[in-house]
């Protein structure tokens, strides 16, 4: 595991640099607002969130499954299975565990303030898979810490989870469209952009489904799976209503101190 973090890296920078050029040849949809504009935004959360990620478990999460194992602590270290199934189902429970934590930074107002961050961005693109408020990562770290600990989850199923999560973030925010004869089958089995396109629409009961990051089945297992958005694919509006000005969505100041801002009132029509 020395080389987790230039795994980890290396990952990060190819998923993230194949979906910007894919998005880029073959763009789904025109962004209103500036790309340089959100970029600058939506990259400066990621450094803050990766400093704020090492001041929360400064060794990484490594370092926590490495405890349980130490104390033999957790369902993994206690029910006996072979390595390869304790991984598989290692990475398969922090992604069930990441989609009830999404689930309830949308139920819970004190953690939507912070999470609002996310859905605030007016368009979809990769950068987008990576716009959370650091808070809202230091919070997500803990979680992850103590699922890690109470499963007892194998170091090498940590480093599968972390770069599948992010490559899936990255994934399923681009700003590009599948053909049916993929998109169809696909999202039986992961989340796709089209489907996650609709947790980003403008209409609360669109936003409040469609909660995974990775595998598409805990949506339809939780029932909170929407197959179609009511004015379709084309007719999404992203983002939020209260959020939808260029000022009140974009800039470094702007998306560190909304959660910590009333939230501006709608125009009326």
């Not at 489907?195 to 209409?203: E, K, N, P």
């Amino acid at each position: 595991m020395q080389n987790e973090v230039w795994l980890r890296m290396g990952s990060f920078i190819t998923v993230l640099a194949l979906m910007m050029i894919w998005e880029a040849m073959f763009p789904n949809r025109t962004s209103p607002v500036a790309s340089s504009k959100r970029w600058l935004s939506n990259f400066f959360l990621v450094f803050c969130g990766a400093l704020v990620g090492r001041l929360v478990v400064p060794a990484g999460l490594a370092v926590v499954a490495i405890l349980a194992d130490q104390h033999q602590f957790g369902l993994f270290n206690v029910v006996a299975m072979p390595l390869w199934l304790a991984i598989a189902l290692a990475v398969v429970a922090l992604d069930c565990l990441i989609y009830w934590q999404h689930r309830v930074f949308h139920r819970v107002p004190i953690l939507w303030r912070l999470h609002r961050v996310h859905h605030a961005d007016p368009h979809l693109d990769a950068s987008t898979g990576l716009r959370f408020h650091p808070v809202e990562i230091g919070l997500s770290i803990v979680v992850k810490a103590i699922g890690i600990y109470l499963l007892g989850v194998p170091i090498e199923a940590i480093l599968i989870f972390e770069i599948t999560l992010n490559a899936s973030a990255i994934f399923n925010h681009s700003n590009i469209k599948l053909p049916n004869w993929l998109e169809n089958p696909l999202r039986k089995i992961i989340v796709t952009q089209a489907m996650h396109r609709i947790h980003h629409s403008q209409v609360v009961n669109e936003t409040d489904s469609n909660f995974g990051f990775c595998l598409s089945i805990w949506d339809r297992v939780f029932a909170s799976y929407t197959q179609r958005a009511k004015k379709g694919d084309d007719g999404l509006v992203l983002g939020l209503k209260e959020y939808a000005t260029e000022s009140r969505n974009t800039g470094i100041g702007t998306v560190l101190l909304m959660p910590f801002r009333k939230t501006p009132k709608m125009k009326e029509p």
